[in-house]
């Protein structure tokens, strides 16, 4: 069971209960940060996963995830560990200026999430999701062949 420790160290819960981003649907999350399109909008996608390669999502590091873009836009950051406490997130988030998203792998499930947030809208949120599987899958093949299980 999630004891609700992942969401607070990946940035989700900021201000809001966890649940409003833990629906399959797109919801708007209330307004953290100024965006001139509109209110920010959020989602999760699921994708099948084995132990080993959960095992390896979550323990891949910055350097592990190739991505310079994200949607179109300079990556600012790679975290594998919370900014304020340094503690392990559990996967990767990737930000850029006008989204991120964060990848992780289900405790309970054979499968890993990618949440995702846009502040540009939703065909940008759509972009980002598709980018955030490619990079994940990659990432995960990546480490497969360099033999690196985290």
């Known amino acids: 069971m ?3 420790q992942g969401w607070h160290r990946l940035g989700v819960a900021r201000g809001g209960d966890r649940r409003a981003f833990g629906a399959r649907s797109r919801r708007t999350l209330p307004r953290l940060w100024p965006s001139s399109s509109g209110d920010p ?7 099948p996963a084995t132990a080993e ?3 390896r999502l979550s323990g891949l590091s910055p350097e592990q995830v190739r ?3 994200l949607a179109g836009e300079p990556v600012q950051s790679i975290l594998s560990h919370a900014p304020g ?3 392990p997130i559990g996967g990767v988030k990737v930000i850029a200026a006008g989204g991120w998203f964060a990848a992780r792998p289900s405790g309970t499930e054979d499968l890993y999430r990618i949440y995702a947030e846009s502040f ?5 949120l759509h972009r980002i999701m598709e980018e955030a599987q490619a990079i994940v899958d990659v990432a995960l093949r990546v480490t497969l062949l360099d033999g ?3």
């Open 67 to 69: 991505c310079t873009h």
């Open 41 to 47: 909008i959020s989602d999760r996608i699921e994708a």
């Open 2 to 4: 999630d004891d609700g």
């Open 148 to 150: 690196e299980t985290g």
């Open 85 to 87: 406490n340094d503690a």
């Open 120 to 124: 540009r809208g939703e065909k940008h």
């Open 53 to 55: 390669q959960k095992k």
